[in-house]
């Protein structure tokens, strides 16, 4: 039972065009969303989080949208750049607490130069 | 600051072998924790502790065991490996006032 699913195994983009990359859980008790980038053979490297009580979160190029009614986020890249290469991965946590994240599967984007 | 670290970056093990994956960070981080993950899949908890001596399970604990002695360190030990411990491991560490967890490199194990 996937608590947290990407939807899109893929997402090819040219560059400097917007990347939408989605994501959509089932549990209500998550209150905290993250998302994650990952190189291939590095560890992820976490980017942008939103907390339950807002809808919107922006840092530079990205911004993190969260529509609770229909549990679903979005990560969006304006503009993308071709180093912005990378897997996508969106977690979530709840009241277990912030160790107990729950991951997607993650989304793999290309930005084509 | 080197942040997460991790060894070894490759493993390969016999089926039945034992061993130890090492993690440590510097950053004074009270909670850690150790995640997998298999291709095509997201990461997935094994374990986590919330701080020196206190330890518990994630979402697929078995066959693996932690110990936390030191805010610093956080081993992950295979009892007994099996092929479908084959993965790649992870451990993170996180700030008690923060939500983000920062993440090693990882290591990668193969088991036969």
């Known amino acids: 039972d996937q608590q947290v699913k990407q939807n899109s195994p893929s997402l090819s983009v040219q560059e400097g065009r917007i990347s939408i990359l989605n994501c959509d859980y089932t549990?209500?008790?998550?209150?905290?969303f993250l998302w994650y980038k990952k190189y291939p053979a590095e560890g992820p490297t976490f980017l942008i989080s939103?907390?339950?009580?807002?809808d919107k979160n922006e840092d530079g190029r990205f911004t993190v949208f969260l529509n609770k009614s229909a549990k679903h986020l979005s990560l969006h890249i304006v503009p993308s750049q071709p180093g912005d290469s990378a897997v996508y991965f969106c977690?979530?946590?709840?009241?277990?607490?912030?160790?107990?994240?729950?991951f997607g599967k993650g989304t793999k984007l290309t930005v084509n130069p | 600051n080197a942040g997460v670290t991790q060894t070894p970056k490759f493993q390969v093990l016999k089926t039945g072998q034992s061993m130890t994956l090492q993690c440590a960070q510097d950053?004074?981080?009270?909670?850690m924790s150790w995640y997998r993950q298999d291709p095509g899949m997201g990461l997935r908890l094994i374990h986590y502790?919330?701080?020196?001596?206190?330890?518990d399970q994630g979402e697929v604990p078995n066959g693996y065991n932690v110990s936390r002695s030191t805010t610093e360190d956080f081993p992950l030990r295979l009892l007994s490996a099996a092929p479908s411990q084959t993965s790649v491991y992870f451990c993170?560490?996180?700030?008690?006032?923060?939500?983000?967890?920062?993440f090693g490199p990882g290591t990668r194990l193969t088991v036969l």
């Open positions: 993170a560490s996180r700030q008690g006032s923060r939500n983000e967890q920062f």
């Open positions: 549990n209500s008790m998550f209150d905290y």
């Open positions: 939103i907390s339950s009580i807002k």
């Open positions: 977690a979530a946590s709840g009241q277990g607490g912030s160790e107990k994240l729950v």
């Open positions: 950053m004074n981080h009270e909670y």
């Open positions: 502790s919330v701080g020196a001596g206190i330890t």
